[in-house]
């Protein structure tokens, strides 16, 4: 039963003939299998794999070998509490449309992002986003990347 993935299993009268017309049932159990294997109807035709690349389980198996191998815990990067309080001052003191005190979802909404990532940004532990950060950027005007974190973003380029 181990290989029944690799083969064609067909039960009828016709099997071991070479008739134009076989018959094929589909077998539901192994009851019917082992009670076709005792009458001798049935004929077993070996699959055989193609080579599609997808399907190779081997290849992930690489990519986790370097996991594997290492022995140290690796914490993720994150942008840090710098970044994180920068984006929080420049976002209390920018506005929004309205005038007011600009809020989490506002600086989501023109920075094309939720208003959960901002948070996590705020707080220093969501992964950097490069994409995000130039929008952030370009919105409260102020370096969110480089050494000159919280620092008020120059004028246009000569």
């Known amino acids: 039963m181990a290989d029944d993935w690799d083969t064609v299993t067909k039960i009828g009268s016709q099997t071991r003939g070479t ?14 299998i082992n009670a076709a ?9 070996k699959k055989f794999q193609t080579g599609n690349a997808s399907a190779r389980p081997a290849v992930e198996g690489q990519h986790l070998t370097k996991v594997d191998r290492s ?3 690796v914490k993720p990067k994150t942008l840090g509490v710098k970044t994180g309080e920068a984006i ?4 209390s003191e920018a506005k929004n449309d309205k005038g007011n005190t600009m809020t989490q979802k506002d600086l989501a909404t023109k920075c094309n992002t939720t208003a959960t990532v901002v948070q996590e940004m705020e707080k220093g532990s969501a992964a950097p986003d490069q ?6 950027e370009r919105v409260l005007g102020v370096v969110l990347r480089g050494e000159r974190i919280g620092e008020k ?5 000569k």
């Open 88 to 91: 929080r001052k420049a976002r």
């Open 131 to 136: 994409k995000v950060l130039s929008a952030m």
């Open 153 to 157: 973003r120059g004028g246009p380029r």
């Open 19 to 32: 008739g134009a017309s076989q018959r094929e049932t589909v077998v539901r159990g192994n009851a019917a």
């Open 37 to 45: 294997q005792r009458s001798g109807n049935v004929a077993s035709e």
């Open 71 to 73: 022995d140290d815990i």
